[in-house]
């Protein structure tokens, strides 16, 4: 199983950026899915969280900017940025539990991070 993010770049204050992440491999059904930042000397800290039903729930920081969603045809997750700061300048990182198989059990898999710079 894999996780490939992308949409990721350099973004002028206020600007928008759509990250996008799809899960392929072995794949019998995710559960949540979500997106986690990590900045320069910070801990990584959760973003958005997404779950199969579509409920979403994000960080303080993040509210009222930043929409998470899913295709769960695509096995894909999406984080749509808006009003984008400074302070949003990371490493985003997707995130799902996914199960191989009818019989197995969940594992949490990390995709690879994209670089997301505001900046003007």
């Known amino acids: 199983v894999q996780l490939q993010a992308s949409g990721g770049g350099l973004v002028q204050p206020g600007g928008s950026l759509r990250l996008s992440c799809a899960a392929s491999g072995s794949i019998f059904s995710i559960n949540d899915m979500g997106w986690y930042r990590q900045a320069p000397g910070k801990q990584r800290e959760l973003v958005a969280t997404i779950t199969s039903g579509g409920f979403t729930n994000y960080a303080d920081s993040v509210k009222g900017r930043f929409t998470g969603s899913r295709d769960n045809a695509k096995n894909t997750v999406y984080l749509q940025m808006n009003s984008l700061k400074p302070e949003d300048t990371a490493v985003y990182y997707c995130?799902?539990?996914?199960?191989?198989?009818?019989?197995?059990?969940?594992?949490?898999?990390w995709g690879q991070g994209t670089q997301v710079t505001v900046s003007s």
């Open positions: 995130n799902a539990d996914i199960k191989k198989s009818r019989w197995g059990s969940y594992f949490n898999y």
